[in-house]
T-cell receptor
Framework: DAGVIQSPRHEVTEMGQEVTLRCKPI?????LFWYRQTMMRGLELLIYFNNNVPIDDSGMPEDRFSAKMPNASFSTLKIQPSEPRDSAVYFCASSLDGRNGPQHFGDGTRLSIL | SQKIEQNSEALNIQEGKTATLTCNYTNYSPAYLQWYRQDPGRGPVFLLLIRENEKEKRKERLKVTFDTTLKQSLFHITASQPADSATYLCAPGSAGNNRKLIWGLGTSLAVNP
């Protein structure tokens, strides 16, 4: 079975540009999570969805960040406008319903804002 | 605020020895705790989950303990191999409907042949 698929793997863009990160969760998983990882802060949860509905977006740093899940097989995380401090690795993960179920991660998007 | 602490320094051990990694938490009472492995350039991979009513969990060469009195989990790899070299992350989670995990920064393990 295919795992969680993220695109692009790498993104380099200039400050002020719009950035869109994409994620395809594992088929049948009804939870989807977006994380950001940096050396200083580790993995930080940005937002998670259940059955395509955003449940908790308290980790979204500011209004420049937005996430959507139009259907069960696709989600986007958008940053507009981007800033150098947004540079990080962004991960998407999915899990089956279940209180303590393991999360399955994609290989991330390494984002560099110049 | 909730805080998760893992060994900040890298752990270097000799092949065949047992590696022991520590995860401490404060201002938090997790109902369960998950351990993940992360290789460079890859996403974390789930290894084990242990619940608050379980003292110990094993899977092949891996063993996890969970001490709610000490607020600590220990992660052991027995008969370690160079292929076990990676960063290991602990992630406690709370009971209830919130699916959030709180993540430690991870401990880097290097197993030398």
């Amino acid at each position: 079975d295919a795992g969680v698929i993220q695109s692009p793997r790498h993104e380099v863009t200039e400050m002020g540009q719009e950035v869109t990160l994409r994620c395809k969760p594992i088929s049948g998983h009804d939870y989807l999570f977006w994380y950001r990882q940096t050396m200083m802060r580790g993995l930080e949860l940005l937002i998670y969805f259940n059955n395509n509905v955003p449940i908790d977006d308290s980790g979204m740093p500011e209004d420049r960040f937005s996430a959507k899940m139009p259907n069960a097989s696709f989600s986007t995380l958008k940053i507009q406008p981007s800033e150098p401090r947004d540079s990080a690795v962004y991960f998407c993960a999915s899990s089956l319903d279940g209180r303590n179920g393991p999360q399955h991660f994609g290989d991330g998007t390494r984002l560099s804002i110049l | 605020s909730q805080k998760i602490e893992q060994n900040s320094e890298a752990l270097n051990i000799q092949e065949g020895k047992t590696a022991t990694l520590t995860c401490n938490y404060t201002n938090y009472s997790p109902a369960y705790l998950q351990w993940y492995r992360q290789d460079p350039g890859r996403g974390p991979v789930f290894l084990l989950l242990i619940r608050e009513n379980e003292k110990e969990k094993r899977k092949e060469r891996l063993k996890v303990t969970f001490d709610t009195t000490l607020k600590q989990s220990l992660f052991h790899i027995t008969a370690s191999q160079p292929a076990d070299s990676a960063t290991y992350l602990c992630a406690p989670g709370s009971a209830g409907n919130n699916r959030k995990l709180i993540w430690g920064l991870g401990t880097s393990l290097a197993v030398n042949p």
